[in-house]
């Protein structure tokens, strides 16, 4: 079970369940209480759970803190900005044609899942080209650091076998 929790697929899909159901708590929140148009509503509740997404990701699910966060930032925006047109696209595609807005913005969102979790392992948060100290790929230890996504061992036993 902890090998499973280690790798930062496990991670993403918690954090992105935690996320989803923000956005979707949102997204209901804002139609509710206010006059917002589909899109502006989708937007602002997309954003937000985005920016928070980010931090999340960060530094729960591929432990890059390490590394400078301006160029992980970049990538992002343009990761996002590809899966905001995605999203916007399909919900109020879904929408138009008589789907619920929460149903449609879950349908939007699964569809992007897999994507995302690559785009976020290898790109936004993945190693600086040339680097691999800092692969979050959980098969190997690499340039003598233990890998984020490889269990640690606890001291005593660590001790025990020496």
Same mark, same amino acid.
């Given at each position: 079970?902890?090998?499973? &929790?280690?790798?930062?697929?496990?991670?993403?899909?918690?954090?992105?369940?935690?996320?989803?159901g923000?956005? @979707?708590?949102?997204?209901?929140?804002?139609?509710?209480?206010?006059?917002?148009?589909?899109?502006?509503?989708?937007?602002?509740?997309? &954003?937000?759970?985005?920016?928070?997404?980010?931090?999340?990701?960060?530094?729960?699910?591929?432990?890059?803190?390490?590394?400078?966060?301006?160029?992980?930032? @970049?990538?992002?925006v343009?990761?996002?900005?590809?899966?905001?047109a995605?999203?916007?696209?399909?919900?109020?595609?879904?929408?138009? /044609?008589?789907?619920?807005?929460?149903?449609a913005?879950?349908?939007?969102?699964?569809?992007?899942?897999?994507?995302?979790?690559? /785009?976020?392992?290898? &790109?936004?948060?993945?190693?600086?080209?040339?680097?691999?100290?800092?692969?979050?790929?959980?098969?190997?230890?690499?340039?003598?650091?233990?890998?984020?996504?490889?269990?640690?061992?606890?001291?005593e036993?660590?001790?025990?076998?020496?």
């Amino acid at each position: 079970m902890r090998r499973i &929790w280690q790798h930062s697929l496990t991670r993403f899909c918690l954090l992105g369940m935690v996320g989803f159901g923000f956005d @979707l708590a949102l997204l209901a929140l804002l139609k509710t209480v206010t006059p917002l148009p589909v899109w502006a509503a989708v937007t602002i509740a997309f &954003w937000v759970t985005y920016a928070l997404n980010f931090v999340l990701n960060r530094y729960f699910a591929f432990h890059a803190q390490d590394r400078p966060v301006g160029p992980q930032v @970049l990538r992002f925006v343009a990761q996002v900005l590809g899966d905001y047109a995605l999203t916007l696209g399909a919900v109020e595609g879904l929408h138009a /044609l008589g789907v619920p807005l929460l149903v449609a913005r879950i349908a939007a969102g699964g569809t992007n899942l897999v994507w995302n979790y690559l /785009l976020y392992r290898f &790109w936004t948060f993945g190693s600086p080209r040339g680097d691999t100290s800092g692969d979050t790929s959980g098969d190997t230890e690499r340039a003598g650091r233990q890998d984020a996504d490889r269990p640690v061992e606890e001291p005593e036993r660590v001790a025990a076998h020496q």
